[in-house]
């Protein structure tokens, strides 16, 4: 079957939430950044997802990258009703032994079957140095299992 072979056929990336430049204790840092609502039935009401998070950050030694994440689901179409479906923290980063610029990428999964028409990702990322360190993020919700295949 083709399709075992064409994952692309068989998935799609939706740019969840904007893109985040932070300075450790400046602007940006341990600031919300806000997600899109994401209306699944028009994408074929897929059943699961990946929440992507990449990012590039410059840390001082034994200095960390957290992110704190939320996805949001419901019915209604500006997500009134919004529930949450996922949440928690994670440590992305830690500076190497002398500092270093790191990059990578945070993969959550998202059981989306359980979830409403509607979904929201808000993602938080917190330097944990006081001045120098940087980073930059984005992230991504990639969906499968979808009644019907991407078009």
Do not use: H
């Not at 699944?40 to 990012?55: C, D, E």
């Not at 998202?110 to 979904?119: D, N, S, T």
């Not at 929201?120 to 009644?147: E, H, K, Q």
Request: glycine share 14%; net charge negative.
């Amino acid at each position: 079957m083709i399709q075992m072979k064409d994952i692309g056929a068989l998935i799609t990336a939706l740019r969840a939430a904007g893109n985040a430049a932070l300075t450790a204790g400046g602007a940006g840092d341990n600031t919300a950044v806000p997600g899109v609502i994401l209306d699944r039935a028009a994408i074929g009401m897929p059943q699961s997802g990946l929440l992507a998070i990449p990012f590039t950050a410059t840390l001082a030694a034994g200095e960390t990258l957290s992110v704190t994440y939320t996805v949001e689901e419901g019915e209604a179409a500006d997500l009134s009703d919004a529930a949450t479906l996922l949440t928690g923290t994670v440590v992305a980063a830690t500076g190497p032994a002398g500092g270093a610029t790191v990059t990578g990428c945070i993969e959550l999964d998202v059981k989306l079957r359980a979830g409403g028409r509607y979904v929201r990702v808000t993602y938080t990322p917190d330097l944990s140095a006081s001045g120098t360190d940087t980073a930059a993020l984005s992230a991504l919700l990639i969906c499968g299992g979808m009644d019907r295949l991407p078009q």
